[in-house]
């Protein structure tokens, strides 16, 4: 297996329909779909059941045992521990592949070294629109352009040279890694409980300081992020900034509280 897809979602069937069919689509084919829910929801289980058989690719499921609140990082950490590709690409459970989005994941996976893709904000009526319709066909720069969505040139489909030079900061809703490194520093932090930097500002810290290399992959792994109102706060932000400070300052770069326990 080269990919496996973790996608991390959490109680909207209507989004991961899409994204199946999204998969489907996909020009590169050999990878496996691991759905991340952050939830215990039968629903989704059966409804992962009974979608099995309509794709190429296979699709495994896990969840928490029982709800417990925000819990993304643990289920992005069980997702890996079943995960059997050799590299690993993280993507958010509202969000839409680029039809060649894991080719070039694929293309430019090495060890060493971390790539990472933006997104567009898709607005809400072009949302509703897509989701009436069921079809992709709308998402391409000059029907994004008179539309209510937003950073629309992350949408440029450009496989060659780079269009931007400036540096940003890891986005956990579209990034890939061999799996090999990221078990290197443990996987993901699961001290976090609040939505925001735990499944991305920190490991990326992490990340380079154990001597990764970042990559972009911008207007190349394209993905559309659905709209949906805020989910996190001001105030979840600065709980977790200042969570992830003090772990900057006791360099913990392998997280106590990862796929595996360590002691300090």
Same mark, same amino acid.
């Given at each position: 297996?080269?990919? !496996?897809?973790?996608?991390?979602?959490?109680?909207?069937? #209507?989004?991961?329909?899409?994204? %199946?069919?999204?998969?489907?689509?996909?020009?590169?084919?050999?990878?496996? &779909?691991?759905?991340?829910?952050?939830?215990?929801?039968?629903?989704?289980?059966?409804?992962?059941?009974?979608?099995?058989?309509?794709?190429?690719?296979?699709?495994?499921?896990?969840?928490?045992?029982?709800?417990?609140?925000?819990?993304?990082?643990?289920?992005?950490?069980?997702?890996?521990?079943?995960?059997?590709?050799?590299?690993?690409?993280?993507?958010?459970?509202?969000?839409?592949?680029?039809?060649?989005?894991?080719?070039?994941?694929?293309?430019?996976?090495?060890?060493?070294?971390?790539?990472?893709?933006?997104?567009?904000?898709? #607005?809400?009526?072009?949302?509703?629109?897509?989701?009436?319709?069921?079809?992709?066909?709308?998402?391409?720069?000059?029907?994004? %352009?008179? !539309?209510?969505?937003?950073?629309?040139?992350?949408?440029?489909?450009?496989?060659?040279?780079?269009?931007?030079?400036?540096?940003?900061? %890891? !986005?956990?809703?579209?990034?890939?890694?061999?799996?090999?490194? &990221?078990?290197?520093?443990? #996987?993901?932090?699961?001290?976090?409980?609040?939505?925001?930097? #735990?499944?991305?500002?920190?490991?990326?810290?992490?990340?380079?300081?154990?001597?990764?290399?970042?990559?972009?992959?911008?207007?190349?792994?394209?993905?559309?992020?659905?709209?949906?109102?805020?989910? !996190?706060?001001?105030?979840?932000?600065?709980?977790?900034?200042?969570?992830?400070?003090?772990?900057?300052?006791?360099?913990?770069?392998?997280?106590?509280?990862? %796929?595996?326990?360590?002691?300090?």
């Amino acid at each position: 297996m080269e990919i !496996s897809v973790i996608l991390a979602y959490y109680n909207n069937l #209507g989004n991961l329909e899409l994204m %199946l069919e999204a998969f489907k689509k996909q020009t590169f084919r050999d990878f496996e &779909i691991i759905v991340a829910e952050d939830d215990h929801n039968p629903e989704t289980e059966a409804f992962i059941n009974k979608s099995r058989s309509l794709y190429h690719f296979p699709i495994v499921h896990v969840n928490q045992d029982e709800k417990k609140g925000f819990r993304k990082t643990t289920m992005l950490n069980k997702a890996i521990r079943e995960s059997r590709g050799r590299t690993l690409v993280f993507i958010d459970g509202d969000c839409i592949p680029h039809k060649n989005y894991l080719k070039q994941h694929q293309k430019h996976s090495k060890r060493g070294i971390y790539n990472y893709g933006r997104r567009v904000l898709l #607005g809400e009526k072009f949302t509703v629109h897509m989701r009436r319709k069921k079809s992709f066909s709308s998402l391409h720069f000059f029907s994004l %352009l008179f !539309s209510d969505s937003s950073l629309i040139k992350e949408g440029i489909y450009w496989p060659y040279f780079g269009l931007h030079a400036k540096n940003r900061k %890891l !986005s956990g809703c579209n990034w890939g890694i061999q799996r090999e490194d &990221i078990l290197s520093v443990n #996987g993901f932090d699961e001290d976090y409980v609040r939505p925001g930097v #735990g499944e991305d500002f920190d490991v990326e810290w992490r990340l380079k300081s154990a001597g990764f290399r970042k990559r972009s992959i911008r207007n190349k792994a394209n993905v559309y992020h659905l709209y949906h109102p805020k989910n !996190s706060t001001s105030e979840d932000g600065k709980y977790n900034e200042a969570l992830m400070k003090k772990k900057m300052e006791a360099n913990h770069v392998r997280c106590l509280n990862g %796929l595996m326990p360590l002691n300090e």
